[in-house]
């Protein structure tokens, strides 16, 4: 009987991505046949649901990016979630905490978001970056803006990803340390 209950457990997790798959086809079907019978509403509304199930599948897809806990450190499930685009513009966010002893890790992912466009003109502006007690370093050979004071890593990747590594206390090190065990091909 355990052995039934394993085998249609696995099936079922092997089988959900697909599903997914086949819903967000249906959805984009629904919305081609609402387009050619003139229902451009209902059009729209399918085409929304279908780019919020691709939207949803990325935001787990994207958990793969966080590094496991470094030597000595604990780590948090990775929450992860994506917003449509009434809500801060859309696109998805990711965050998981690393701990050890009092100090912490924060590192939060937002992609495909609108918003990161302003935020690639602070990465180009030095003397913004140096007026809020800033510097300019690189994490896997991508700019990125250090505030020791705080301490705070600001990492964008291709325009459209960007991570914030925040800690408490003196962790400069292990900031750096977590940017770089990023796997930012999971992108």
Request: glycine share 8%; proline share 3%; no cysteine.
């Amino acid at each position: 009987m355990k052995q039934f209950r394993l085998a249609l457990t696995l099936s079922a997790l092997l089988v959900a991505p697909l599903t997914l798959a086949d819903e967000i086809t249906d959805a984009v079907d629904e919305a081609v046949s609402a387009y050619e019978n003139g229902q451009l509403s209902e059009a729209v509304s399918q085409l929304d649901y279908a780019a919020d199930l691709i939207r949803q599948q990325k935001a787990e897809a994207i958990k793969a990016v966080f590094p496991e806990p470094l030597s000595g450190w604990d780590a948090s499930d990775i929450e992860s979630e994506a917003a449509g685009g009434m809500m801060m513009g859309g696109g998805i966010s990711a965050e998981r905490e690393y701990n050890k002893g009092d100090a912490y890790i924060t590192i939060d992912l937002v992609t495909d978001s609108p918003m990161l466009q302003s935020m690639m003109g602070m990465l180009n502006n030095p003397s913004l970056i140096t007026m809020n007690g800033g510097k300019l370093i690189k994490i896997q050979g991508h700019k990125a803006i250090l505030n020791a004071q705080d301490p705070e890593i600001i990492l964008i990747i291709n325009s459209n990803a960007m991570f914030t590594l925040s800690a408490n206390g003196d962790s400069v090190d292990e900031l750096k340390a977590y940017g770089e065990a990023l796997d930012l091909d999971a992108l």
